[in-house]
């Protein structure tokens, strides 16, 4: 037996959530029948193998997205006037 909240929020029981494949953050669905209330899954679950594909691809995605910002040259500024070892030695002398 479930208790409703006083936000109106109903538990389901863990055995009726396992026999239903109900997982937390899963959108389920009410229903009135007559005097009484039946409650479904909103959608069919994915498979773990189809999870891990869907993560797989966003991380090809990005892996691709950072190669293209790396294979962007760098601005060379050409010749500045002075040299690394100028500066160190500067005012050394």
Known sequence: ??????KLQ????????????????????WLAAGDSLRIRPRAPHETTEQRVTERLKG??????????RTKQ???????????REELYHRGSR
Not at 10 to 29: H, N, S
Not at 73 to 83: E, H, I, Q
């Open 73 to 83: 040259p760098v601005a060379r500024t050409g010749n500045r006037g002075w040299t």
């Open 10 to 29: 109903v538990t389901i029981p863990k055995a009726l959530a396992d026999q239903l494949a109900i997982r937390e953050g899963d959108e389920v669905e």
């Open 59 to 68: 991380f090809d995605e990005a892996t691709r997205r950072q190669r293209r």
């Open 1 to 6: 037996m479930a208790r409703v909240t006083s």
